[in-house]
């Protein structure tokens, strides 16, 4: 037979096979992918066969991951049907499945000794989490003199259980690399959602303390409590994901005001044409407001007017204001995470738009309006008793 890999002539001991597994699974300077492409060779070697290779199992098909030899259907990237691999009886076992050989061991009918032609064949399923990854095989064009040993067959299981820790740390790894990332992501949105009602809450105090007014004092609690739904609302979200799970009817004008009051507005002004009700959730929609107005307010100036009203064709709504607007090589980047055009800002604000909008199955675009300033559309949504629509 041929042996892959090339280093050595005659087949190497037990002894030795195992203590080349050792050196190249503790290797630490070499990735996973030579470390597997090594061990498909000492493989080879230390079994007297032709191929090795990896696979990947999914949805009834069987990927080769890597190999080592030259068949040609054996080879990084090729696939089949699983019912056409020797594969497909190997994950059903405990144990490595042997096949001395195929033409007079039950295989010469089976699909996958026709599409393969493989006499001699080992291989042991690649377990990540409970479930079937793949498997890690052995294989020879020619049969074999002697049945596959005890040993042989453990040290392909080996093998096997080697690649299946692996993985599951590259899937750790990946994991907590995830949670890192949503923390971080979350953590930028806590800070900046929670901006607004502060700032309301410190200009109110202060004012409070100037004149004693209770107004003053009631739209602090006003702010307080925006807060501490705030808070809820993005504990939710950071447990939940951006599922909605349920919506309700929301007099759009109502919530509008509601949101302008807890948004330090200073000098600008908001006009509402419209009466419509929508279907949303209720505090994941005060949250695009809020940032909508923000926005407005941050990159339109202290005197900046900002419209809402809904679209012509009564499947959306927007939201625009008079000041210098968005530039158009900037309006396909604004809603990724952090992406700011101001000085000053996170660059999260609209990105949590986007993130509602998706949220609720509705669709954002952003554009100009007709004085030039920003203008925000967002279509697919639902409206409910809608007067004369404004565009």
Same mark, same amino acid.
């Given at each position: ?8 002539s005659?087949r190497m001991?037990?002894? @030795? ?21 090594d ?9 007297d066969?032709?191929? #090795? ?11 080769i ?6 068949? @040609? ?14 594969c ?19 295989? @010469? ?14 291989g ?25 040993s ?31 990332d ?17 700032n ?8 409070? @303390? ?6 003053s ?9 925006r807060?501490?739904?705030?808070i ?7 447990r939940? #994901?951006?599922?909605?799970? $349920? ?40 949250q ?16 900046v007017?900002?419209?809402v009203?809904?679209l ?7 939201? $625009? ?6 530039? $158009?090589?900037?309006?396909?980047q ?16 609209l ?8 949220a ?7 554009t ?18 809608c007067? $004369?629509?404004?565009?």
């Amino acid at each position: 037979m041929t042996v892959s890999g090339g280093e050595e002539s005659e087949r190497m001991s037990e002894n @030795e096979a195992l203590r080349r597994m050792y050196r190249i699974t503790a290797d630490t300077e070499r990735s996973y992918e030579e470390k597997v492409r090594d061990l498909l060779q000492v493989g080879c070697t230390y079994l007297d066969v032709e191929i #090795g290779f990896l696979t990947e199992i999914t949805e009834g098909q069987q990927y080769i991951v890597e190999a080592s030899g030259d068949h @040609e259907l054996l080879q990084p990237g090729e696939s089949c049907p699983l019912s056409e691999a020797y594969c497909r009886k190997t994950i059903e076992l405990e144990d490595a499945l042997t096949v001395q050989h195929a033409s007079i061991d039950g295989w @010469e009918n089976d699909a996958a000794y026709e599409r393969f032609g493989l006499e001699a064949y080992i291989g042991a399923k690649v377990v990540l989490d409970d479930e079937v990854y793949g498997t890690f095989c052995f294989a020879d064009s020619e049969p074999r003199e002697k049945p596959f040993s005890p040993m042989e067959e453990t040290f392909v299981e080996l093998m096997a259980e080697w690649v299946s820790s692996q993985l599951f740390q590259q899937r750790a790894t990946e994991r907590i690399k995830q949670q890192r990332d949503q923390l971080e992501e979350f953590a930028g949105i806590v800070s900046h959602d929670l901006r607004n009602p502060i700032n309301v809450a410190q200009g109110y105090l202060d004012l409070a @303390e100037k004149t004693g007014d209770p107004e003053s004092f009631q739209q602090c609690r006003d702010a307080l409590d925006r807060m501490n739904e705030m808070i809820d609302e993005l504990l939710v979200l950071a447990r939940e #994901g951006q599922e909605i799970s $349920e919506t309700e009817t929301i007099d759009l004008a109502a919530l509008i005001e509601e949101c302008w009051s807890l948004v330090s507005t200073h000098d600008a002004t908001i006009s509402v044409t419209t009466n419509a009700t929508i279907k949303a959730d209720r505090g994941r929609l005060q949250q695009l407001f809020e940032n909508l107005f923000r926005n407005a307010i941050e990159h339109g100036g202290k005197n900046v007017t900002v419209r809402v009203g809904t679209l012509s064709a009564e499947d959306g709504i927007y939201i $625009e204001d008079d000041g210098s607007g968005i530039p $158009e090589e900037d309006r396909n980047q604004i809603f990724e995470d952090g992406y700011s055009t101001g000085e000053s800002s996170t660059g999260f604000g609209l990105a949590i738009v986007n993130q509602i909008v998706e949220a609720h199955g509705w669709e954002v675009c952003a554009t100009h309006s007709a004085d030039g300033g920003a203008r925000f559309e967002i279509t697919g949504v639902t409206l409910i008793e809608c007067e $004369e629509p404004q565009s």
